[in-house]
């Protein structure tokens, strides 16, 4: 009956948009989101107060308790009733326009701290409106706290500020007042940095885009500067920057229930000082005293050695109570604060032996954190109608597309984002960010019931019938009833998947016919050929299942949601996989994808150790692959099945929702994680491995005697000069290739570009041009700044293609004399193309797809196509060789890989970056860690007015396995790192290397015997892949004998 009670006042509250507010929190790990969540649940009575950041309501997994983090964003709809206030002002100030005594609906999303489940986190950004960013004031900002500012950025959604753990710096630091003041405005400072630099790069962004423009329209003189930062002074950011001045600030303690804003204690304090509440909530933050004799308020309070507003009527009061709850103890001061302030604490919370629960009592009645924080979240972010003409495009605008290139009906469709009209007249427009699975059992449709009396009248009359039918005879029913039994309880069991969706315009209802629209999906189709059937691409028509509102670990059925809310729709499992856009017009594009800020990149490969179950092991993939939106499975050309996931933490969780849902029952094979590397060169050496010259006749140092052994050559094969040259197997076409290592700046500016040469290669809208010349010339920049050989000018107009899949960071340059075909710049000209130039381009591809040390891609080469002569005549297209074409491929693929391996080869690895914060005493144990795995520190800096070291540095994915764990456990859980894959670097270390010079045969010996790091992952890899390894199984052995003879 409650439950109902609740949905009924949902339904109610959520036809209004503007008493709507849809928020996420977010913030690094272990700095309070769950607990802050908690506090907010306990006030609408879902939790008890005291249950609140001990409980973890919305952890609603067995692993997120167990290790204390949040693995799911999930979503509760709350309501909040404002108190009305009341001011002697003759205008209403901003605050008071919103604490009107309204009630809201706050439809709130905790998401995930932990860098491996990011993914999570821009699911949950965005369906929401505003965000609550939660900062730890003991650790400040964190990798994770940068990363959610910006997400929250890109997406346009308005943040909010929790400074939390104040208790903390009481407690554990042991700061007075005054420093803790200080501490704070630091901390401030750093976020506002953040900011600041999102802003600025934002707007020179916009600026330098602005400038291309104009350049090109108009000539310039070649004496005039254009200024870049010019747009900074004209835009607006006085809105954007956190201060408690402006109420979009609240210091907090989620543990012990308490909270505050700078407008509460200003409306505390303007009555008793008798000083206007403008003044006093503009000047209670920041380097302002209060002369007692005038009582006035001045400016220069630390130059004065004044105390400022916010210690001396904030601060103080609050570690006064701490003093005489937590430290002292004094009953006589407690119960004089108890007195003064008006509080009711009961018996029981005053005599309890934890003085934290004593203090707790007090605290959330003195300064309530779930009203400080919903005040501001009501007052400072925005409802559904605020949603911006800026993030209606970005929302609707997908790739490199604009609102202006949608047909005129789509474009009608931003006003009833706009409107956010739940009216039926409207279209229903809903955005799917992912797909959860829930327990069917847990359904409210199949959750166990009270039985009434009625119920329980009309089962004993159905075991009546039974029982007479068996009786007279009809003993074959008694099986049939049994089987229908068992049909209902299997129906009953497994996962069911639910869409988490917010509706931006419309009414949705349950059985309602709807599109889903995937995203080839082009409503400009739809003005000209009709919305018939059988034309319709990329969009599919459904009936909408149940609809829920999300109550944290519990669903509730619901009749309709109207616009601007979130909630989850059933029967979409076999039309959504990740995410999608569903509308009842087909004039509706589909929305941008969701970005993700971290990539899959730790693969396993998993198998049945039964192969009888392997059906049941691909259709769990399938069901995890729904289930998260970060996951990806991919079946190799061995057929093997590989999981790729975020990191370590990502992964267990993936195998464990394997194991115990989506292939219960299947006893799985999890193989060693597998780590992607690229294969590239480097420039030859000019020193040997004991610091000798190389001579010029240094050529036999790039190919050992591993080199030729491991890819089948023969000293025959070795080529005289840096060119290769190779001919097809009919003898008909001669190649000459050579390769050479891309500029650093070249590899980061293709690699950096993927997705526009993506969208180069195939049907793009026409602002991609614009934005190729513009990566053209950034590219020839790069190019021209290298030196010789490439700054000649013109090698940007020479690359043939890029690789692989067309896109990649190698590149395919023509030299050649008599052959000057079109660039890949250039998309006409077919006709003046070489026949076969096709082959010239897919033999590059292959090559560079799978490198020659251990198959795969390479990055940052460059192949050099120095010559394609026709030597043979009167040859046809296909002979025993097979087709021509199929043998120029071949012999394209083989001349790039053997001149590849005539330059000195590298392994490149994935390095994440790791922020580690520890004390100093555990540094030592700390730095012993990192080199063991092959890390290197890049920083260590100490927290100011802390004993905490900030450390910097970058590890291998190679060895980051089991490091996090080792971490802990070195330091007594003193340490913990945040692992995010930030490049690629190569491995300064030949995998072919072997001692050939006399002076490294006197260093190393015969055998070599030192860890070769490159030749250890190559192996690994190539063993894995089932290639040639060249290993000896037993060295220098000796026939056994007995010590002494058998009697």
């Known amino acids: 009956m409650r439950a109902s009670g609740v949905i009924k006042k949902i339904d109610r509250l959520q036809k209004r948009a503007e008493y709507i507010r849809n928020i996420c929190i977010l913030a690094h790990v272990d700095h309070g989101k769950t607990t802050l969540a908690d506090a907010l649940i306990a006030s609408n009575g879902i939790i008890s107060p005291r249950m609140a950041g001990k409980l973890r309501y919305m952890d609603s997994r067995e692993d997120e308790q167990a290790r204390g983090i949040t693995m799911k964003s999930s979503a509760i709809a709350l309501s909040f009733e404002t108190v009305r206030q009341f001011t002697s002002n003759k205008e209403v100030d901003f605050e008071s326009r919103f604490l009107d005594g309204s009630e809201y609906l706050i439809n709130l999303i905790d998401s995930p ?158 009555t008793k000082l008798g000083i206007n509440l403008d003044v006093l909530r503009k000047t209670l933050w920041g380097d302002y005293y209060l002369h007692l004799k005038s009582r006035r308020i001045f400016k220069g309070a630390q130059a004065k050695g004044k105390k400022p507003l916010f210690v001396q009527f904030i601060l103080e009061n609050v570690w006064a109570v701490y003093d005489a709850v937590i430290q002292s103890r004094d009953k006589e001061k407690i119960d004089k604060i108890v007195r003064s302030m008006n509080l009711k604490i009961s018996a029981r919370d005053a005599r309890h032996s934890d003085a934290r629960i004593h203090l707790q009592a007090i605290c959330s009645q003195w300064l309530p954190l779930p009203k400080a924080v919903l005040s501001m979240v009501i007052t400072h972010l925005p409802n559904p109608r605020d949603l911006g003409r800026d993030r209606i495009e970005k929302l609707m605008c997908s790739g490199l597309q604009t609102l202006d290139s949608f047909p005129a009906e789509t474009q009608k469709l931003a006003q009833d984002f706009e409107k956010c009209s739940p009216d039926d007249s409207s279209p229903v427009i809903v955005f799917i960010s992912k797909m959860f699975a829930v327990d069917r059992k847990s359904l409210p449709q199949n959750r166990p019931t009270a039985l009434t009396q009625d119920d329980i009248d009309r089962r004993r009359e159905i075991l009546r019938q039974k029982k007479n039918e068996m009786i007279a005879g009809k003993q074959e029913k008694e099986e049939e009833v049994a089987e229908s039994i068992e049909s209902e309880e299997a129906d009953k069991d497994g996962d069911v998947f639910v869409a988490f969706a917010r509706v931006f315009s419309g009414t949705l209802r349950p059985g309602q016919e709807i599109y889903v629209l995937g995203p080839r999906h082009n409503p400009s189709h739809y003005v000209t050929q009709g919305n018939d059937d059988d034309k319709r691409k990329g969009a599919v028509k459904v009936r909408i299942g149940d609809i829920y509102v999300l109550m944290g670990r519990e669903v509730e059925s619901i009749d309709t949601v109207s616009a601007g809310n979130v909630a989850g729709i059933g029967g979409l499992e076999s039309h959504v996989l990740k995410s999608a856009t569903i509308s009842s017009t087909l004039y509706c594009p589909p929305f941008r994808a969701v970005q993700f800020d971290v990539a899959p990149i730790v693969r396993v490969a998993v198998e049945p150790v039964h192969p009888s179950d392997m059906s049941a092991l691909v259709e769990g993939l399938k069901l995890l692959n729904q289930a998260d939106s970060c996951v990806e499975i991919v079946v190799q050309e061995t057929g093997e099945h590989v999981l790729v996931t975020a990191g370590e933490v990502h992964l267990q969780r993936c195998l464990d929702d394997l194991r ?29 491995r004991v610091n000798e010259e190389i001579g010029k006749d240094g050529q036999a140092f790039h190919f050992s005697r591993l080199k030729l052994a491991y890819n089948g050559l023969v000293e025959a094969d070795l080529p ?71 700054s000649d000018g013109d090698a940007v107009d020479r690359i043939w293609s890029l690789g692989p899949r067309r896109t990649g960071p190698n590149v395919l340059l023509n030299a050649i004399a008599d052959y000057s075909r079109p660039s890949v710049w250039q998309r006409d000209g077919d006709d003046v193309l070489r026949e076969f130039d096709h082959a010239i381009v897919s033999g590059f591809q292959l090559a560079t797809l799978a490198g020659p040390l251990c198959d795969e891609p390479l990055m940052g080469v460059a192949f050099i196509v120095d010559a394609w002569e026709k030597t043979g005549e009167n040859a046809t297209d296909a002979d025993s060789f097979g087709p021509l074409s199929g043998q120029l491929i071949s012999a394209m693929k083989e001349t790039c890989r053997r001149a590849f391996l005539a330059q000195p080869t590298r392994l490149m690895m994935a390095m994440y970056s790791c922020q580690i914060q520890a004390t100093a005493d555990v540094l030592g144990r700390l730095y012993a860690v990192l080199g063991r795995r092959g890390g290197r520190v890049l920083s260590e800096e100490m927290k100011e007015g802390s004993s905490i070291f900030v450390i910097d540095s970058v590890l291998p994915v190679a060895e980051s396995f089991g490091f996090a764990e080792e971490v802990r456990k070195r330091t007594s859980g003193l340490a913990s790192p945040q692992l995010v894959f930030d490049h690629w670097a190569v491995l300064d270390e030949d995998p072919y290397w072997v001692p050939t010079t006399e002076e490294e045969l006197v260093h190393f010996g015969e055998k070599a015997d030192y860890d070769n790091r490159a030749r250890k992952y190559m192996d690994a890899v190539r063993r894995r892949k089932g290639l040639y390894i060249e290993e000896k199984t037993v060295e220098h052995a000796e026939k056994q004998r007995t010590l002494s003879k058998n009697k």
């Not at 526009?756 to 010339?777: G, I, Q, Y």
């Open 113 to 270: 701290g932990h860098v491996d489940f990011s993914s999570e986190v821009s699911t949950a950004v965005r369906l929401c409106d505003g965000a609550v960013v939660v900062v730890d004031v003991v650790e400040g900002v964190c990798p994770q706290t940068h990363a959610v500012l910006r997400q929250a950025w890109l997406e346009n959604i308005k943040p909010c500020l929790v400074l939390n753990k104040i208790d903390r710096l009481i407690l554990e630091l042991k700061l007075s007042p005054l420093e803790a003041h200080y501490h704070l405005m630091q901390i401030l400072e750093q976020v506002n940095a953040i900011t600041g630099a999102l802003f600025t790069s934002s707007v020179l962004e916009e600026t330098a885009q602005g400038g291309k423009d104009t350049k090109a329209e108009a000539e310039v003189d070649v004496n005039q500067v254009y200024d870049w930062s010019a747009g900074l002074e004209e835009k607006d950011d006085s809105s954007i920057y956190f201060s408690p001045d402006q109420g979009n600030v609240v210091f907090a303690s989620a543990i012990d229930g308490w909270g505050f804003s700078i407008g509460h204690f200003a409306s505390l304090f303007a």
């Open 720 to 790: 005289s000069s840096d060119n290769v040259t190779e001919t097809t197997a009919n003898g008909v076409y001669r190649l000459r290739v050579r390769a050479v290592s891309l500029p650093d700046d070249v590899t980061r500016l293709l690699a950096r570009n993927g997705e526009l040469l993506k969208s180069a290669t195939a049907t793009a809208p026409s602002n991609v041009d614009t934005m190729l010349r513009e990566f053209r010339r950034e590219l020839d920049e790069a190019f021209r700044a290298a030196g010789p050989p490439w």
């Open 660 to 688: 115990s849902h989506f292939a219960a029952g299947v006893a799985i094979d999890v193989s060693e994680p597998i780590v992607p590397f690229r294969e590239t060169i480097v420039p030859p050496p000019t020193v040997d």
